[in-house]
């Protein structure tokens, strides 16, 4: 070889060594290609140099970089033979014009890339200078160099990448070990997939109780599916490789294995490929172990932050239900700690008789379950519950002919002494809302208050009876003459009606005291019926019974008093009327509750002393019929 050639070749590789010791440092192996094609060009000043590679899978060539931005975006024609174009230039070292192939008509040198056997590229030159005349031998050594260096320039791309690899894996390790977020975890290992492999795609297969808000590339991991490489991953927790000739991709799926279990399938398909790369396989593999552990310690940090707040949701609902709440306001406070801890839509209880035969929906409950959709639900539950004697968790639940359909639904008895008192119901529309480990954490809610609520319906019944005249289910005296001096001091006005029973000895004497009691009974539901809620109807004594009205003005109590004279006259068997005298307060006038009680006692003495089964009404001093 001349002195002039061996310069060349000396200062083509001193320009190679240059390119991996540059300041900038190796990017991509593409990269250091495209700058060594640039490096020839300048030394043997041609007009285009490309380098073409031919890919065993898709059985094609195709570009790999050009110094031409027109060469790189160049395409094969479909009928190109690569098979005959390998065969053609197998025992070459330089190929001249004429090229017998497609697309290779423009080029003037073809210079083959090999180590060995092995065929590494072929470089494809255009336009050389024609006053620069290069023997063959200088262009099989310019050959034989680009070979060597695309060799030491892939197995240094190899290192510096396998390097940057662990360093991705090393930095998710920390990543993963410091965070206790599940959707965190899972978005960190994609986001180092695809900074490690940018050409690859990636789903995380995960089982339905994998609640997920992040923007993931996620699957549902389906016990019935047809992906069988999957559930293998999943059920034995060893990788597996599945190829696809036809479809030119291997996929490649690694379980997110920790301690305790298996938490998904990680799904990796390299496109372009008969057999995943066995170095890739170990990275994933490892990868995907580091970051099954860290899942199990976020859904293990999960699980306990969500046992410490169950605990102290029953801790702060039992000492709630402790502080002797009224038993609507121990529904409403339930109703909003379920409504809240369990994200449901509507929350019942229910008090049931012996037989089930008698449902009633507790004040508190939210406002469906005094609609008339609810009652398919509450007579649905209530069978079930009177069957089964347990608990009822529901996943999709469909009720035929029901407006508002309601999928997820969990009901839990209420049970005091071995006795169903009622039951607990929550609804949500969406099917398998709650998890079962809210179903649990829901019959612990209900078992331990009940006691609570028996406690409360006790407590009222009680302070019930002591406000309750037993026989007729009236307010008593004390209760009236109480609620009477609290209106006096709060109210501006009211009025008061007392009730006699005309010729009540006579029934007696006639029908016998059952009879009368009877008689007094109708009386009083008369009443209950014929006045709101905030009245007040109570047994004065004996035959004798009382209304007060407050804020009812006077001309209305008379109305109402009248109505009841009439529904008595007309309702009561044996038939029986009634005399009522009526007196009325204001708060401009000096009065006081004995002053009130005497007026109206003197408007009933008037009323019975003029012919019975009238109403009277005494203002001040002066008698009004």
């Known amino acids: ?90 025992d070459k070292s330089i190929i001249r014009q004429p090229i ?80 206790m977020d599940m959707d965190a975890v899972l978005g960190e290992i994609i986001f180092t997939l695809q900074e490690v492999y940018p050409s690859f795609t990636y789903y995380l297969m995960l089982s339905h109780d994998n609640n997920n808000h992040a923007n993931l590339p996620i699957k549902d991991l389906e016990y019935d599916s047809e992906n069988i490489s999957a559930m293998q991953a999943y059920v034995t927790g060893a990788i597996q490789l599945e190829d696809s000739v036809q479809e030119q991709k291997s996929i490649l799926y690694a379980p997110l294995k920790g301690k305790q279990g298996v938490y998904g399938v990680l799904q990796v398909i390299a496109p372009n490929t008969r057999a995943f790369p066995n170095n890739e396989v170990e990275f994933i593999t490892l990868l995907a172990n580091t970051a099954g552990s860290a899942l199990e310690n976020a859904q293990l940090y999960q699980q306990s932050r969500k046992l410490i707040a169950d605990l102290q949701l029953i801790n702060e609902t039992t000492r709630r239900l402790n502080s002797d709440l ?36 507790l004040k508190g409950s939210t406002d469906f379950f005094f609609s008339k959709d609810a009652e398919q639900y509450l007579q649905y539950i209530a069978k079930k519950i009177k069957n089964e004697k347990d608990s009822i968790f529901l996943g999709d639940l469909i009720l035929e002919n029901v407006s508002t359909s309601y999928r997820s639904v969990m009901a839990v008895p209420m049970v ?46 009680l302070e019930k009876m002591v406000i309750t005249d037993h026989l007729t289910k009236l307010h008593s005296r004390n209760f009236l003459n109480e609620n009477i001096h609290r209106s006096m001091s709060e109210d501006a006005f009211g009025t008061f009606i007392l009730i006699d029973i005309d010729n ?71 038939r029986i009327t009634i005399s009522c005298g009526v007196s009325y307060w204001t708060k401009e006038n000096d009065d006081n509750f004995t002053k009130l009680f005497k007026r109206a006692d003197q408007a009933l003495y008037l009323a019975k002393e003029t012919g019975k089964n009238k109403v009277v009404v005494q203002e001040d001093e002066e008698l009004i019929s």
């Open 1 to 90: 070889m001349k002195v002039l050639e061996k310069e060349i070749i000396m200062n083509l590789k001193s320009r190679f060594f240059d390119l991996i010791h540059e300041d900038k440092g190796i990017l991509s192996y593409e990269e250091i290609l495209r700058e060594m094609l640039f490096v020839i060009q300048n030394f043997i000043h041609s007009k285009e140099l490309t380098f073409f590679n031919f890919h065993d899978c898709a059985k094609e060539m195709y570009v790999v970089a050009s110094t031409s931005e027109e060469a790189e975006a160049m395409e094969f024609s479909p009928h190109f033979n690569s098979e005959k174009f390998n065969e053609y230039v197998l």
């Open 416 to 461: 005091q002494t071995d006795v169903i008192m009622g039951f607990a119901l929550v609804l949500h529309r969406l099917p398998y809302h709650f998890s079962f480990e809210t179903f649990k954490l829901m019959q612990s809610l209900i078992h331990h208050s009940t006691l609570a609520f028996s406690n409360s319906m006790l407590r009222e019944e």
């Open 504 to 574: 009540f000895k006579q029934i007696n004497d006639t029908y016998g005291h059952q009879v009368g009691d009877e008689v007094l009974i109708q009386v009083a539901s008369i009443i209950h019926d014929n006045i709101r809620d905030t009245d007040i109807g109570a047994r004065w004594g004996g035959e004798e019974l009382a209304i007060y009205l407050p804020r009812i003005p006077l001309h209305v109590a008379v109305t109402i008093a009248e109505r009841l004279v009439a529904k008595v006259n007309e309702l009561t068997a044996p």
């Open 326 to 361: 009224r038993l609507t306001e121990t529904i409403n406070f339930m109703t909003g700690q379920i409504l809240t801890s369990f994200e449901a839509e509507e929350v019942g209880f229910v008090l049931v008789s012996e037989n089930f035969e008698q449902i009633k929906v």
């Open 100 to 179: 017998p192939f497609t697309n290779f008509e423009k080029y003037d040198l073809l210079l083959p890339m090999r180590r060995g056997n092995e065929q590494l590229g072929y470089v494809a030159i255009k336009d050389v200078s024609k006053e620069l005349h290069f023997s063959d031998p200088i262009l099989e050594k310019i050959g034989e160099e680009c070979s060597k260096f695309l060799l030491k320039a892939k197995g240094i791309c190899e290192v510096i990448f396998e390097e940057k690899r662990y360093k991705q894996l090393f930095r998710v390790t920390e990543k993963f070990h410091s965070s």
